[in-house]
């Protein structure tokens, strides 16, 4: 019996450390990588009548992606202006300048869902502000 229980001991031991069985493999989601706006820029608003938020499609999480989810902040704080879900095919979304204010900072942020296991990215975020 002592010899079942150290086999079976050693087998999930195994496991655990392995790459195939390894949580951290089957969880991780990678940062979704951004384009446009660029951090710490400044958006002149005062010819154009929009915001456009780009990120790259790439990397993609190893089980598909479900979607993606972006939110844009007032400031840094954790006030939403915007919040929408997107689908995975969906690599920009835009914002109209009326949503900002001359001089406001703002941070924005994307995270993509895995599609199976349902676990997100954490996601990087960048800030801008505003001309108007």
């Known amino acids: 019996m002592k010899k079942i229980i150290g086999i079976l001991l050693l087998a999930a031991i195994y496991a655990a450390n392995s790459s195939v069985f390894s949580l ?10 951004y384009i446009s706006p ?4 400044t958006i002149d608003l005062t010819q154009q009548d929009e915001i456009v938020f780009k990120w790259k499609p790439l990397p993609k999480p190893s089980s598909g992606r479900m979607y993606y989810k972006f939110i844009l902040y007032k400031s840094f704080g ?3 202006m915007e ?3 997107l689908p995975s095919d969906c690599y920009q979304y835009k914002v109209s300048k009326d949503k900002f204010q001359d001089g406001q900072t703002c941070t924005w942020n994307v995270k993509q869902r895995a599609q199976f296991g349902g ?6 975020t960048w800030s801008f502000k505003v001309k108007k």
Do not use: G, L, M, T
């Open 38 to 41: 660029k951090n710490d820029s």
């Open 24 to 33: 951290d493999r089957i969880c991780h989601v990678p940062q979704v990588e």
């Open 83 to 85: 919040s929408a879900e």
């Open 119 to 124: 676990n997100w990215s954490i996601p990087e």
């Open 78 to 80: 954790y006030d939403q």
